[in-house]
């Protein structure tokens, strides 16, 4: 695993008079989960296609180690975007290399807790299950860095923790450089290495901060709230993002 | 009740059935057989062979003509509905073709290349064409493009994107394609047919108009949709069932 440089000096979408992002630089350490924090619509799944190759229509550079290429990447959407017409386990193995043994997807199906339903359609399973089919292709593609553009939106508050839970359980296995979007502190506290808040139009880093919660405490909501809090009260200037 | 409603169709078929006999045995005329008259018609022209003769050299250039259309027509279509530019500057082009009379191209085809068989399926090929390249191109203009950057993010390859990803949202317009070509070419065909060639269905109901043999004319129509039936039945049918498996 190697570290990433992404540089983005400025990305100007063609109708608008403004940048969305100016200047805005983020380091990668390998294996590292990285939580982006800011307002809705300040760019932040903007940056997450730039990284992934989607928009090429910006000034900047990505390096991955010493070398200026795309990394390979994994990638949960907000919606799942399953093939509907292939199943669960087609959807993974269409992704992957198809010299990998297919031993990798059991695994992975077997930690998300997918294995009885791989043969099934996603028009028959749900959100949460198609939920975790996307990030199992991801992982299985063993990417250089996994973006996740808040894939546990508009899941009910169990359904959400059981993803994430099981989300962390996967990445403690097999451990990926991500680089996690939300807008929900506790989510981002609960997941994260390291939390950077991003400010709106045009994206800037607004401040980074370590979460220095053991990983065994994550699952805590006591001891995550009292971060929260904390975190709050000593910098006040990222109240405004949230 | 059930049962009934199941009779139905069979019962409607049968009721044509009394209604044309009636009308027959009413009007007592040349120009309409009996139910009985054509049939008689039907099983002598299958046993000499005549029938199956016609129907299958007009079946081998509707196999051929469809399917080069359909196969040119998909591949232009996906392009035009991928490249705006290429659309823009063939839209016109486009629109000329769908509306050129197909009478018109099959004279042209002939005069320019003579009463020859590659003229006549090529007749036949440029009428069906345009349509299926306008279909194929609505069908591709709507693809969903989160799926299409799922697989630029996933690095799939051209063939297994065209594969995976566009061919099955195509699905329902290729069929749409499909059932309406059929049923044109038929047409198109019997008129080429008509028009200049020896063979086939269309010749031999241009013979049969010249000597006002309405019983012909008839038992020939039925083979005809019969086989139509079949195809619907045992090709598409089954097509539509396989691809649309993933469906609730």
Redesign the interface.
Known sequence: MTDIQIQIDNKTYPAAADPSIVDLKLSLTSEEFICLVGPSGCGKTTLL?II???DNDYEGDILVGRQHTAPK???V?Q?P?L????TVRENIE??VDERQPPEVIDALLEVMQLTAAQHS????LSLGMSRRVAII?AFA?DPEVLLMDEPFVSLDAPTARQVRELLLNLWQQRPHTILFVTHDLREAIALADRLIFLSAAPMQVVSEIVVPISRSERGNELAIESFRQQLLKNHPEIKQLL | MISFKKCLPTLSLLAFLVIWQGLAVYLDSNTLPTPEAVAKVFWQACVSGQLPFHLGVTLLRLVISFAIAMLLGCAIGIVLGRNKKLDAFFDNWLVIFLNVPALVTIILCYVWFGLIESAAILAVVINKLPNVIVMIREGTRMLDQ??L??A???R?SKR?TLV??IW?QLHPFVMGATRSGLALIWKIILVVELLGRSNGMGYQLHLFFQLFDVAGILAYTIAFVAVIQLIELLILKPLDKK?LR???
């Open positions: 296609n992934a190759g989607l990447i994994g990638y959407f919606n975007r093939l509907p017409w292939r269409l992704a359609y996603p028009e028959h292709r593609v | 989160d799926l950057d799922m630029r993010c996933y799939f297994k995976h990803v099955p691809a993933w469906r609730k």
